[in-house]
């Protein structure tokens, strides 16, 4: 008898993960979703097995759920549905940020085991017309499991990981995932949309290298989704902001001063950080 593993949201997240996880193990793959162009896609096209907007219907008989919704979509989603999951149930995210979502998991019951998921893939294109079974290949996945969460649902996101073809998996804290994202992904963000608002922008329209277009490339982001991503990550988020400012205000002192050799010891150093990071040796998440 199948086993049915229910994916809540088909963005191009949920909708990727449901194209990549075709032929796991035994499972039935159940997308859900509320938008009825969304799920005609899906169905048209084949996206999961079977397709639905009623959330309650299938949840109850869901061996695993896995939350692709915006972040604060999930938090709404645990609470209104705590009491539908199937005792035994693994659920599962694939949100950006980690502390404020397992949190939020506290409401489900002891019989429902939550680990928190991230795979660092992604593209700056939303939706389900842009999703691709191929999006997690070589990609890294982040796991946030519980002190409670059994062996076997551990065993089971691991098997995912390889089936939809990350390269490994790497388990931490929420705290760790939120710093680390912090600075890798949200900052990089922030820093996109700052250059963006510059009022040069448009009077070099043209004349911009790649440079510019890869410092500016995720600045045409989901407005809704980003908001929620900063707000629910501010304290590490601000943390890297802040130690960001410092390094710029250290390079706009070094370029007002006009010393020449202070500013070249200065690029020497960051250019030999750079450098030496992108050495081949063991990789953090491997």
Request: charged fraction near 20%; glycine fraction near 8%.
């Amino acid at each position: 008898m199948k086993k049915h593993l229910v994916i809540v949201g088909l963005g191009l997240i949920g909708g990727s993960m449901a194209l990549a996880l075709k032929g796991f193990e035994d499972f039935e793959i159940v997308g859900v979703d509320v938008s009825q162009p969304t799920l005609r896609f899906a169905s048209e096209h084949g996206v999961a097995d079977f397709v639905t907007e009623d959330a309650a219907s299938v949840l109850p008989g869901a061996d695993v759920v896995m939350l692709a919704l915006h972040p604060r979509g999930i938090v709404d989603f645990l609470a209104r549905y705590r009491g539908q999951f199937q005792p035994g149930c693994l659920v599962t995210d694939v949100c950006g940020v980690k502390t404020s979502i397992l949190e939020a998991a506290e409401v489900l019951p002891d019989t429902v085991d939550f680990i928190g998921c991230h795979p660092m893939a992604g593209t700056e294109f939303s939706g389900i017309e842009h999703a691709f079974a191929e999006m997690f290949q070589g990609s890294h996945l982040i796991l946030v499991p519980q002190e409670t969460s059994t062996a076997e649902h551990i065993a089971l996101m691991e098997r995912l990981a390889a089936h939809i073809g990350c390269r490994d998996v790497y388990r931490t804290t929420a705290e760790e995932h939120d710093a680390m994202i912090a600075y890798t992904s949200q900052l990089m963000h922030v820093i996109a949309v700052s250059v963006c608002d510059d009022p040069m922008l448009f009077t070099c329209r043209g004349f911009e290298g790649s440079s510019f277009r890869g410092c500016t490339r995720v600045a045409a982001l989901d407005v809704g989704l980003w908001t929620e991503l900063f707000s629910m990550n501010r304290p590490a988020l601000v943390e890297s902001v802040d130690r960001l400012l410092e390094s710029l205000t250290a390079y706009r002192e070094v370029l007002a001063g006009g010393d020449a050799a202070q500013l070249s010891q200065k690029l020497s150093r960051s250019a030999a950080r750079k450098r030496q990071m992108d050495l081949p040796g063991p990789d953090l998440l491997a």
